[in-house]
Structure formats: structure tokens, C-alpha cells
């Protein structure tokens, strides 16, 4: 069975990659997304807040402090747990995006 985020020739852009994650931007959204390593949709709560940390890094760098949010409601990809970090007008566009 294929996924897309353990099979990394899905990435565009590469941020940065830790011992438990990769942070690349998104091909379907082109933003910032990190990607933990394992292939399981629920991190336990220590290991979701470095995730978090680590993406907070990238899109404080990309969208400045607070010019963005942590959404990681999985829509395309429920099985794998990832993270994308949105700047405002994502959620402005509503449905421009949101049928993805
Ligand atoms: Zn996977
Ligand atoms: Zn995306």
C-alpha cells in the first residue's frame, strides 16, 4: 500500500528534516506541512508538541509570528500524521481550497 508522505517524492520545496520529522512544502497547498516519520495518525502528546515546535519554526520564518496556524485536520491523507502551517488567506478563500 502506497502513501504519499513515507514515499517522499511527493516534496517540492524541503525546509528541513529532524530525527522525527521533515518539514516540506505542501504540493497540493504550497505551504509549509511537517510530516512525522512513522506512519500512524496519532503522535503521543509529547511527540506532537515538537512536531509543532518544529513547524512553528519554519512558518514563524515563512509568515512571521502569529501569521499563521497549526491545521492538522487530515483531510486527503487520515492515516499518516502531518501538519500544515496556513497563513490567513487560506482560511479567507473558504471554499476556493476547502473541496480539495
Ligand atoms: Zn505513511
Ligand atoms: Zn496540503
Known sequence: MACDLCDAAVITRRYGESDIAWIADC??????MIVWREHDAQPAPEIRARLHAE??????????????????????????????????????????????
Open 27 to 32: 504540493e497540493i497547498c504550497l505551504v509549509p
Open 55 to 100: 513547524l512553528a519554526a519554519v512558518a514563524d520564518e515563512e509568515f512571521g509570528p502569529g501569521g499563521w496556524s497549526i491545521d492538522d485536520h487530515m483531510r486527503n491523507i487520515p492515516d499518516h500524521y502531518h501538519a500544515h502551517a496556513r497563513p490567513p488567506y487560506f482560511w479567507r478563500a473558504g471554499s476556493a481550497w476547502s473541496v480539495k
